[in-house]
């Protein structure tokens, strides 16, 4: 009887301590999506739905105005970054996990080593690098586009891409790497060339590719810090010319920062508002790549 | 004779170890042709040689020749895939793409060596490569469902028909029935003395009693060599060699 006992003692006792563990992991989390919600849902609403497109209003007035210009920012930046980044990473990623001769296994290695140190960069570092990149470059793309400015939306795209290429690139890589060498023999032996062995892999993998996607577009729309030296941010629309990509452009983490910091009330009210829809942003994209990994 | 298969002095080295060591074979059209002998004697290199999956390895070295219905595999001016498309092949451990379904595991070769031109070739191709591997009543009502829903040994003959699809004029099998259990294997051995009516099956297996009974021909292999050929029936029951003799009485491999 006595042992039964202490059993159920010891027994309780853990799940006690385990269900705390579990509030104090959940708790967090539930009260940052609850002080964002809280405080930038009613903002969203007082100006719904301007709030997506109008600038943000005179500092100190009791209008709100909106963040149109770094929701515009933010879209600019990330459709470019993921345009131009995605297929880089997917191709290295083949590249490096379908090497065949060793050259090409040694230049993978190198690829590898280079790019899982580059995931390790501050991403204050890879702006400030960018925009030292850029301001060098200047005087030689002056000469070809002379509205050129190194705080620009070309910068931001650049030093996004250095961000997430390098996740997207490793997420695909450790992928095709964990597929059974019998798996991969399989497409060969039915005489499929290396292009065609790795569009069969990639489409066996298609799940993970979704999430590393999905991931490095998260990874983007939330990155601020590299955006600093960049993007640069602003609160007006650019002109829609030839020279969009040439001009600093907003985003909305820029946005929640100068903002949030700028000491005017409608201001920090506003930077809310941005939080909020960032957050919304990141939520759904978690949600669509848990629904597209599902179906697969 | 007629051979379809031709290897002159093939040796084979992997990041500097020496696999197989002057190999000599001619195998006849439209027969089981067995290579068994122990582990590490070098059978699977020397069928993974035949239709260059060996060329994805690290640190290989080919040297003799190799023909294969009158195609030179080894020529530096010979593409890989088209050897590969002359040659099928069924591995240890029934590989089928898991995700994909039956009728494109089946389909995956036509497609993509662009063997057909309608879908509904495609369709009479996967049916018949099906029927061959004596998986067409199994699965005709769910050629859609995934292939990681079938059972090893049908997973196994999905393969073979994956494999026949292509029409090739040689099969390698490297072991097919090590990862099956008895019933499956027997299956799978009684479906191999079938399809030699159509093609030439190279069957690399550590069971000698499964050589004896599905084999034409077989090959006796030991350290990287090949010390004895001849009929089944010749080797098994009158080997010359002491070694090919100690093998098939299992006292030793």
Same mark, same amino acid.
């Given at each position: ?41 009613? =903002? ?18 009791s ?7 770094? /929701? ?5 930046? =990330? ?14 990623? &083949? ?30 570092? =890879?702006?400030?690098?960018?925009y ?10 002056r ?13 931001? &795209?650049?030093? /996004? ?33 290396? =292009?065609?062995?790795?569009? &069969? /892999? ?58 949030g ?5 409608n201001?920090?009210e ?21 629904v597209v990994?599902?179906?697969? | ?13 992997? +990041? ?24 590490g004697? +070098? ?8 239709n ?79 029927e061959?591997?004596y ?9 859609h ?6 059972s ?8 073979? %028909?994956?494999?026949? %699809? ?19 294997? %027997?299956?799978i ?15 690399v ?5 499964? %050589? ?40 030793? +491999?």
């Amino acid at each position: 009887m006595k042992p039964l006992m202490l059993r159920k003692i010891r027994s309780l006792t853990m799940l006690a301590l385990i269900s705390t563990a579990f509030a104090l992991t959940l708790l967090p989390v539930l009260s940052l999506i609850g002080t964002v919600v809280y405080n930038g849902m009613s =903002v969203v609403f007082r100006n719904f739905p301007g709030i997506f497109f109008d600038i943000p209003a005179a500092p100190g007035s009791s209008e709100v105005g909106g963040i149109g210009p770094h /929701l515009l920012g933010t879209m600019l930046l =990330v459709a470019l970054a993921m345009a131009i980044g995605t297929p880089i990473s997917i191709l290295a990623a &083949v590249f490096t996990a379908e090497a065949i001769k060793s050259w090409e296994r040694n230049l993978g290695r190198l690829t590898r080593l280079l790019t899982h140190m580059m995931i390790e960069f501050p991403t204050i570092v =890879v702006g400030l690098a960018v925009y030292g990149l850029m301001t060098t470059l200047a005087p030689y793309i002056r000469a070809l586009i002379p509205g050129f400015r190194p705080f620009s939306l070309l910068s931001g &795209v650049i030093a /996004l891409i250095m961000v997430s290429a390098p996740y997207m690139y490793a997420q695909v890589e450790d992928g095709l790497k964990s597929i059974p060498q019998h798996i991969r023999e399989a497409v060969y032996s039915l005489g499929a060339g290396r =292009v065609l062995t790795s569009y &069969v /892999l990639l489409r066996y993998l298609k799940s993970t590719v979704y999430a590393a996607i999905s991931i490095s577009l998260a990874r983007m729309i939330s990155e601020t810090a590299a955006l600093f030296f960049t993007a640069f941010g602003s609160n007006v629309y650019p002109p829609l010319d030839s020279n969009l990509l040439f001009r600093p452009v907003g985003s909305l983490t820029l946005a929640v920062y100068t903002l949030g910091l700028s000491g005017y009330e409608n201001w920090v009210e506003l930077s809310w508002a941005a939080s909020f829809i960032l957050l919304m942003l990141c939520l759904a994209l978690f949600a669509l790549s848990k629904v597209v990994i599902r179906g697969e | 004779m007629d051979s379809v298969v031709q290897i002159r002095d093939l040796w084979v080295s992997i +990041g500097g170890r020496s696999i197989l060591r002057g190999v000599n074979l001619e195998i006849p059209r439209n027969v089981v042709f067995a290579i068994m002998g122990p582990s590490g004697s +070098g059978k699977s290199t020397l069928l993974r040689s035949l239709n260059r999956i060996l060329d994805l390895y690290e640190g290989v070295s080919v040297k003799g020749q190799i023909l294969i219905d009158g195609v030179d595999v080894y020529n530096s001016k010979t593409d890989p895939s088209e050897v590969r498309r002359l040659v099928g092949m069924v591995f240890q451990i029934p590989n089928p793409i898991p995700n994909m379904s039956i009728y494109d595991n089946v389909a995956l070769g036509p497609r993509i060596n662009k063997l057909v031109r309608s879908r509904w070739e495609l369709d009479n191709l996967v049916k018949r490569a099906l029927e061959k591997a004596y998986l067409w009543d199994e699965v005709k009502d769910r050629l859609h469902l995934p292939a990681s829903k079938l059972s090893g040994g049908q997973q196994q003959r999905l393969c073979i %028909a994956r494999a026949l %699809a292509m029409k090739p004029k040689v099969l390698l099998m490297d072991e097919p029935t090590s990862n099956l259990d008895p019933v499956a294997s %027997a299956k799978i051995e009684e479906l191999i003395v079938e399809l030699k009516r159509d093609v030439t099956v190279v069957l690399v297996t550590h069971n000698s009693f499964q %050589a004896s009974r599905v084999s034409d021909y077989v090959a006796f292999m030991y350290d990287g060599q090949i010390l004895e050929v001849g009929l089944t029936g010749q080797i098994f029951t009158r080997p010359k060699n002491k070694l090919t003799e100690k093998y098939i009485t299992g006292r030793f +491999g």
